[in-house]
């Protein structure tokens, strides 16, 4: 059947007037691709403005670009070889374009770029070079035009390559070929280059059919972003694209950022033959769930054991095309996936002048066309992957007044802080690369970092179980350490009591502590009495949920006093209540004031699995 | 997934982010195989319930078969349909003779923006495809215009990675473009995967057949046998006349359905 063939998206790009929409026509007329009429068309319109036959004008469609013989906008144009079908996208090389021509490569697989053999690298080739590798089009062909005007001259040609490779490399592209054309008298566009016996490469067209698709996005982790919540029936479909991987009825499914678990109920359509059991990357689906609690538009549907990481402070690369510069702390909307939220740059990191690769030292504000390596700051967390991971979960768009004015992508996501951000004092601050990841140190350590949290009113067990559970993870070689609360009033909490707003530092200054023994790969024990609900899901949060097990451990208070007469000679009434916790926790319950702690902590160890 | 997959797939993205973000939203449906075959991505999308109004825009110089099909399609698949005409401009005489792009505009160009002001709506689904023309081929996905309908083609903002542009000044609205991506051929062999409805003016009779619906003054059928879905596919696999070669508004000079786009013409 015709519709197994393949699609690829092809952009080309270059500085203006180095002859992008000739080569379109060119390769359009040579492979006969036009319609009828459409020479006719051009020669008329070529006669009428008093010029000779001009391939560009196939292209050009509106009058305006005609008239100033430029691309203003992009032109998306579809043909096809025996081999597959194109579509080839026409991007304007003129600087006041730039947006359009980012545009046009956004969705492109590959890329053609390109430089006229004459006139050398100009200021939009490179720039374009490197808002290519920012997009994250890997497949560049570096076409070198117009060679007819320097003698079709193999020592021209090498010039241009070995400069534009300098270039190029600094910015990591590596150009898959370099090809020499003439695009207006056809050579090395459809077959071998009669004026070019030097050449022995592909010509154009051949590889354009060897460039190979980009595979394997059904089988990277799942990434389901909600689009929409209907109700037009008794059915509650969640609707949306999904982006990568595959789902199934009956899958267990985590919906972020809440972490909230359910399983897949069915796969909804509209008509039973286009009812499938697996739906995958691609594909715009329909599915109910089991535990219908609310959802909505922008959460992420993805499969347990790999999913999004979520954060509001992040890195990016952002290029930036606003009429107004981007500035610093300014409030933005940002639009990921189907995600929406406010937005401010942090911290401007470097600026990169495109062209030229030079760093700006004034880092305030972002000028249009400008590349820039920023920290963002969004106002709630959101979900996001690598861009090299998975490119729809990593790109963004900032908006401005009414428009798309940015974008941005996420190049790691190692140096994440996966956690919400809030309350910040210093200004010049950002999150700086670090060469050795979390996941690099629990590979090495065999172990995941995490926290075991016990909570519990004084006198309960908790120190008595911790000192145990520390035992004998360190005895079966573990990487363990226990912080211990009371320990920690000696020292970092020197300064706080006992009273609510000193119990509530405490537990953030445990939780930060804890979270940062975590990150190193290590098991870590907590004892905090954190009575409080709000305390310990604040220490929840900055820990985060996957890494953070609360185990409280219960006592009667005859049993607690008993165990700790000490702790109730505080000067504070509320000693005994205890807040406890709306998601589930591990509670241990302690009957007899003499209890086998040693029986406690392997309980632990089994339950979590350490 | 196929090349019909991906294009389906697509489009109803398009219009789930369209129904999202427009609370006074229509869907234009001319007739034609295109927006007939958006109709029926539509259900797909919605799963049978298509939540928002289709709009007609009548020239009364529609073909009749266009009308009778309309009304039963409407009928058969319990459609919200709002027709409307330029009465005011028909009644002072408006038509083909007073000039082909005069009249496009009064009757079809303001009769739209009659029921855009009427209604106040903020998003305009349109089955335009790039490959029609050369100033579709420029379109985006979600395209804005002023009050007047008017598109500013010159500066028009980027659009990147399905990131469609949602945020617009009061009184303008967003035209959403869900088959932009589509071709001719992609149409027919859809139409034929979804066994889709589509009116008989499109079938050869007596060696003729309609490649392109409009009004019948303006509008000629082309030297077909294509007879039926099958035919047609084959047809245009072999075929490089332009598929809107058969609309006469559109010859009256060399940027005709340009000029006419820039105010507001579909």
Redesign the interface.
């Known amino acids: ?5 393949e ?1 690829l998206n092809i952009v080309v790009v270059g500085h203006v007037d180095h002859g992008k929409s000739t080569l379109i026509g060119r390769l359009l007329y040579d492979t006969d691709s ?5 020479i006719e ?1 051009v020669k ?2 070529s006669a ?1 403005k008093g010029k000779s036959f001009e391939y560009a004008y196939l292209l050009d ?4 670009e005609q008239k100033q013989g430029i691309t ?7 043909f096809f070889t025996k081999k597959r ?1 194109y ?1 080839i996208i026409d991007a304007p090389g003129h600087k006041e374009f730039l ?2 021509m ?2 046009g490569a ?2 492109a697989e590959a890329a053609f770029l390109l430089i006229d053999a004459k006139e050398g690298i100009q200021e939009q080739s490179k720039r374009h070079g490197y808002i290519l590798s920012l997009l994250g089009i890997k497949k560049v062909y570096v076409l070198v035009n117009k060679m007819d005007l320097v003698d079709y001259s193999e020592e021209r040609f090498n010039e241009i390559q070995e400069q534009f490779n300098e270039f190029l490399n600094n910015l990591n592209v590596y150009p898959e070929k370099y090809i020499p054309i003439s695009a207006f008298n056809g050579q090395n566009i459809t077959s071998k280059p009669s004026e070019m016996p030097w050449y022995k490469g592909d010509y154009v067209l051949e590889c354009m059919d060897k460039i190979e698709k980009a595979k394997g996005i059904e089988e990277k982790p799942l990434r389901f972003p909600i ?2 919540v ?1 109700k ?2 008794d ?1 509650r ?1 969640i ?3 999904i982006e990568s991987g595959s789902l199934k009825a009956g899958d267990e499914i985590v919906i972020y950022p809440s972490g909230k678990t359910t399983r897949v109920k069915s796969i ?4 039973n033959k ?1 009812k499938v059991d697996v739906i995958s990357a ?3 689906v ?1 599915i109910t769930v089991e535990d219908e609690f609310f959802n909505k ?1 922008g959460e992420v549907i993805c499969h347990k054991d790999d999913h999004v990481a979520t954060a509001n402070i992040f890195n990016a690369n952002v290029f930036w ?1 606003g009429k107004n510069n981007l500035e610093r702390g300014k409030k933005y ?1 940002l ?1 990921i996936a189907t995600q929406e939220v406010e937005c401010e740059v942090f911290s401007i990191n470097k600026i990169i002048d495109a062209a030229s690769l030079k760093t700006n030292t004034e880092l305030n504000y972002i000028k249009k066309n400008d590349v820039a390596e920023v920290t963002i700051k969004t106002k709630t967390p959101i979900c996001f992957d690598a861009f090299g991971n998975i490119q ?1 979960m990593g ?3 900032i ?1 401005d ?5 940015g ?1 941005g992508i996420i190049s790691n996501v190692d140096d994440v802080i996966n956690r919400q951000v809030t309350n910040i004092k210093s200004k010049n601050i950002t999150i700086r690369k670090r060469l050795v990841s979390r996941k690099d140190r629990e590979e090495v350590l065999g172990q995941k970092g995490k926290v075991v949290w016990f909570t519990g009113l004084p006198g309960c067990g908790k120190n008595e179980i911790a000192v145990k559970l520390e035992k004998k993870l360190f005895d079966i070689g573990k990487k363990v350490y226990y912080i211990d609360s009371a320990n920690v009033r000696f020292g970092l909490s020197s300064d706080l009591a006992f009273s609510p707003k000193d119990s509530y530092e405490q537990t953030r200054r445990i939780s930060e502590v804890a979270n940062l023994f975590a990150d190193s790969g290590t098991i870590t024990i907590v004892t905090s009495v954190s009575r409080f609900r709000e305390a310990r899901e604040y220490a929840r949060n900055v820990i985060g949920k996957e890494n953070y097990a609360e185990v409280l451990v219960e006592a009667s208070n005859e049993i607690c006093k008993k165990r700790n007469p000490n702790a109730f000679s505080e000067d504070c009434d509320s000693v005994m209540d205890y807040e406890k916790s709306e998601y589930p926790v591990i509670a241990l319950n302690i009957n007899d004031a003499e209890f086998n702690s040693d029986k406690k902590a392997e309980a632990i160890i089994d339950l979590l699995d350490l | ?6 294009l ?3 489009s ?2 398009i219009l ?2 369209a ?2 973000h427009f609370g006074k939203l229509g869907m234009l449906w001319s007739v034609g195989k295109d927006s007939t075959v958006m109709l029926w991505l539509a ?7 298509c ?1 928002f109004p289709l709009i007609h825009v009548d020239t009364t110089f529609k073909i009749p078969e266009m009308i009778q099909f309309r009304d039963k399609v409407a009928k058969d698949y319990n459609l919200n349909l709002i027709v409307n005409t330029n009465w005011k401009a028909l009644e002072e005489g408006m038509g083909p003779e007073k000039g082909r792009l005069v009249c496009c505009k009064a009757l079809k160009t303001d009769g739209l923006q009659e029921v855009v002001s009427k209604y106040e709506f903020e998003g305009l689904i349109v089955g335009v495809r ?2 029609e ?3 579709r ?2 379109e ?1 996905v979600f395209s804005e215009r002023n009050a007047e309908s008017e598109w500013d ?2 500066d ?6 399905d ?1 469609f ?1 949602t ?3 009061k009184g303008n609205h967003i035209r959403i473009h869900p088959l932009l ?1 589509w ?1 001719e051929i992609d149409i027919w ?1 859809y139409v034929k ?1 979804e066994n889709i409805p589509v009116v008989d003016l499109y079938f050869a009779k007596n060696g003729k057949r309609y490649r392109s619906l409009g009004c019948a003054p303006c509008t000629n059928p082309i030297d077909s046998t294509a007879s039926n879905v099958d035919e047609i596919i084959e047809e245009l696999k072999n075929t ?3 598929e809107r ?1 058969g609309r006469a508004q559109d010859q009256e000079d ?2 005709a359905l ?1 000029k006419l786009r820039k105010y507001g013409y579909m």
Do not use: C
Request: hydrophobic share 30%.
């Open positions: 059947m015709k519709g197994e063939r699609n036009l319609p009828a009429g459409a068309k008329k319109i009428e469609a509106f009058e305006e203003i906008d992009i032109t998306m144009i579809q079908d579509v947006k359009n980012i545009s956004a969705s689009q929409d209907y037009f029936d059915r479909i609707s949306g694209r909804e359509a509209w008509q286009d691609g594909m715009s329909g538009r095309m909307k639009k729809a790109r963004f768009v908006i007044n009414y428009d798309t004015a974008g | 997934m196929d090349h019909l997959d991906r389906e797939a697509e109803i993205y789930r982010e129904y999202k259900e797909k999308a919605f799963f049978g319930n939540p790039r490959d023309e050369g100033s081929s420029k985006r083609y010159t028009q903002p980027p659009e990147l990675w990131q542009k945020d617009f000044k991506g071709r062999e995967r490089k006349e332009t070669s060399a940027h340009e």
